[in-house]
């Protein structure tokens, strides 16, 4: 049926997974310009924090779990529950409002796996910018190629982030990159590991963010407005980058982690990934429209011993993990005996 009836199956696919719309869309399905230039749910309005956040705060018991978990690579951990997340991305929406960005503005998050990742891209989205995640292991060559491409206004950074141990700066990389990107206004750094780096005059702390008040109000957006490009590898030519709409990407994985998945409120999500690639993001909807727990892990998972990945599903109760088959094979090498230390119950 979702062949035969497409705009049937889909407009009972938003509402499976409650997602939240401002004004009702008319039509979920226009092939009027053919299969290629589809467009999804004409006329209506939304904001994909809403779906995220918003409509979490009046569930007492979602309102109250864990939305966000992170383990450093240190074994710091932090949990910030939906109602904290909430406000966390409404004051560092209003920060990024007072310092320049507006609707439609492109702003790169080069980032690594951190709870401030998270904020910055739904802050960005929530004010109806445009969000463009880069992978955190890239040099400085492959920063400056995206961020041209964008046209980024902003950068969102941190001064590095630890690695086996040692600390790689991501600090260092933009401001070679920046060398090449006249766009680029303010690059907002997030103090993480405290290495030390050449300030700039377009250097921002994100402090500065933090410290506004809450701004309520998500930007009202058509369904087909952009949320967030992305960009591929780049392996097999130049980066392409991908744009991704309000109620497109972040409605399909809502759905096919629901529904594929069978994530739902209560349960527990960690993906080894970063957020430049497709299932960073992807983990962040699918867990939290879901009204799940979206966990980070920052660095490597076979450090400072193999069996890291697995203690740390043991730690967090996870009950969905997303790992790649690269990973699985470099883990399966090791052996059992550091899978087998850990009851993997949850």
């Given amino acids: 049926k979702s062949i035969e009836e497409t705009d049937w199956f889909w407009g009972e696919a938003e509402k499976a997974v409650g ?6 869309y008319t039509e979920v399905l226009d092939l009027e310009n053919g299969t290629p230039f589809a467009q999804w749910y004409n006329g209506g309005t939304c904001n994909v924090v809403e779906s995220v956040l918003s409509r979490w705060l009046a569930d007492d018991e979602t309102r109250t779990q864990p939305a966000l978990q992170y383990e450093g690579e240190n074994g710091t951990s932090k949990s910030f529950t939906y109602e904290d997340l909430d406000n966390w991305v409404s004051r560092v929406a209003n920060g990024l409002k007072h310092a320049g960005i507006e609707k439609g503005d492109r702003v790169t998050i080069y980032m690594p796996m951190i709870p401030e990742t998270v904020v910055s891209m739904l802050a960005v989205m929530k004010i109806g910018a445009i969000i463009s995640p880069i992978f955190s292991g890239f040099a400085s060559d ?14 969102i950074t941190a001064d590095g982030f630890s690695r086996r141990g040692k600390v790689v700066s991501l600090k260092d990389e933009v401001d070679k990159a920046c060398e090449h990107c006249p ?4 690059v907002v750094i997030v103090r993480h ?3 030390d780096f050449t300030p700039h005059n377009y250097d921002f702390p994100w402090s500065t963010l933090e ?7 998500a930007e009202e957006m058509n369904s087909d407005d952009p949320l967030m490009l992305i960009y591929t590898s780049g392996t097999t030519g130049k980066p392409k980058g991908t744009v991704h709409t309000h109620a497109g990407f972040p409605l399909k994985s809502a759905f096919d982690a629901g ?3 069978n994530i739902k409120q209560g349960d527990r999500v960690l993906w080894v990934t970063d957020m430049g690639w497709m299932m960073g993001p992807f983990l962040l909807f699918g867990s939290l429209i879901n009204g799940a727990t979206m966990v980070m892990y920052e ?14 599903v043991d730690k967090y109760e996870i009950t969905h993990l997303g790992i790649s088959p690269t990973l699985i094979r470099a883990l399966m090498a090791k052996g059992d005996e550091y899978v087998n230390k850990h009851s993997l119950k949850s």
């Fill in 193 to 195: 590991a405290g290495n």
């Fill in 19 to 24: 997602y939240q719309w401002m004004k009702p």
């Fill in 211 to 217: 410290k506004e008040k809450p701004f309520t109000h």
């Fill in 183 to 186: 766009t680029v206004e303010k």
């Fill in 259 to 261: 529904f594929g998945m």
């Fill in 142 to 155: 492959a920063v400056m190629t995206r961020v041209q491409a964008a046209g980024s206004k902003m950068i």
């Fill in 299 to 312: 660095g490597v998972p076979d450090f400072p011993e193999a069996d890291r990945l697995w203690e740390t």
